[in-house]
């Protein structure tokens, strides 16, 4: 990955400003997703996310052993910050993870685990998955294609002071 100069985004030499590190490269996938949780920038990749070590420009590296395999993202618009958590949609299974940053704080069992997300999703379309952190409704909502699907249409929404799954909207109508 390179990044360019500050506010001079055809400038990519510049000591001060412009990054350049090396991504693994996974099983062919790309990267999709840059957040900074917790004040650090997290990649996330197809295959994997990996934090980006480092202070400056100059020192930002990645360390083979944070890197956290089987847990990346297709889709950009999913990986979001939840209080004090980032989500994101796998890349693996189209289900909804929560991860504090390691692969090793993620459950196995996904927190989409109960109604099945992975197969509500249109598997082709899933990389046009949007995730949202509702604040007023303290609520993780997720918007996708439904299996088979032509339209960004279905929703699903995760209330985290229930801890269950509480609402969906299938086209127009919503239920919960």
């Known amino acids: 990955m390179v990044g360019s100069k500050n506010l001079d985004p055809e400038t990519f030499d510049d000591a001060t400003d412009s990054i350049l590190f090396v991504l693994p490269p996974g099983n062919g996938g790309f990267p999709r997703s840059l957040i900074k949780y917790r004040g650090v920038l997290y990649v996330f990749h197809d295959d994997y996310f990996v934090p980006i070590s480092g202070s400056t420009p100059a020192t930002f590296a990645i360390r083979?052993?944070?890197i956290s395999e089987g847990f990346g993202t297709n889709a950009p618009r999913s990986v979001i910050i939840v209080k004090n958590s980032i989500?994101?949609?796998?890349?693996?299974?189209?289900?909804?993870?929560i991860t504090?940053?390691?692969?090793?704080?993620?459950?196995?069992?996904?927190l989409s685990h109960e109604i099945q997300l992975g197969e509500?999703?249109?598997p082709v379309k899933s990389?046009?998955?949007v995730a949202h952190f509702d604040p007023d409704l303290n609520a993780i909502r997720i918007a996708y294609y439904?299996?088979?699907g032509t339209t960004l249409?279905?929703?699903?929404?995760y209330y985290l002071s229930e801890q269950k799954w509480c609402g969906q909207?299938?086209?127009?109508?919503?239920?919960?």
């Open 100 to 110: 504090q940053g390691s692969s090793e704080s993620i459950d196995n069992i996904p």
């Open 146 to 148: 439904p299996s088979g």
């Open 127 to 129: 990389s046009d998955t």
């Open 153 to 157: 249409g279905d929703e699903e929404i």
């Open 169 to 176: 909207t299938r086209g127009r109508n919503i239920s919960c």
């Open 87 to 97: 989500g994101f949609l796998n890349s693996k299974d189209n289900e909804y993870y």
């Open 120 to 122: 509500l999703i249109n």
């Open 64 to 66: 083979p052993g944070d």
